[in-house]
């Protein structure tokens, strides 16, 4: 079924995308930990920036556990792609993540996270 080979292609982008930017995060001295959205349970603190790595629902989710004295770096793991929305409306809806919170993607997250 094509929905659900695109569904899993779709999962596929979104964890390569995280080990992306775990990657980019390896090589830089910083002192990060790795936290998935489903176990964000505790108040964020005693942190200088929270990077989220999905789409404005995952940014949105993490912010209600910060207050707003802590930056957030939305990362877009799998924004949309208008021509393959295009291309696929006549099966199903296509659209993912627009991203409007999210200040980076995985194609300029190396620039947007150097620290100044």
Not at 2 to 22: G, M, P, T, W
Not at 52 to 75: N, R
Not at 79 to 86: G, L, N
């Amino acid at each position: 079924m094509q929905v659900l080979s695109y569904l899993d292609n779709k999962r596929k982008v979104h964890k390569d995308a995280i080990r992306f930017c775990e990657n980019i995060l390896r090589r830089k001295s910083l002192d990060w930990e790795p936290l998935l959205r489903n176990n964000l349970v505790q108040p964020i603190r005693d942190v200088e920036m929270v990077i989220t790595v999905g789409g404005d629902g995952t940014l949105l989710q993490a912010s209600h556990f910060m207050d707003d004295s802590i930056p957030v770096l939305g990362v877009n793991s799998d924004p949309t792609v208008a021509e393959e929305v295009e291309e696929l409306s006549n099966e199903f809806d296509a659209t993912r993540s627009t991203g409007y919170l999210c200040a980076a993607t995985v194609g300029n997250f190396e620039q947007v996270s150097r620290p100044d």
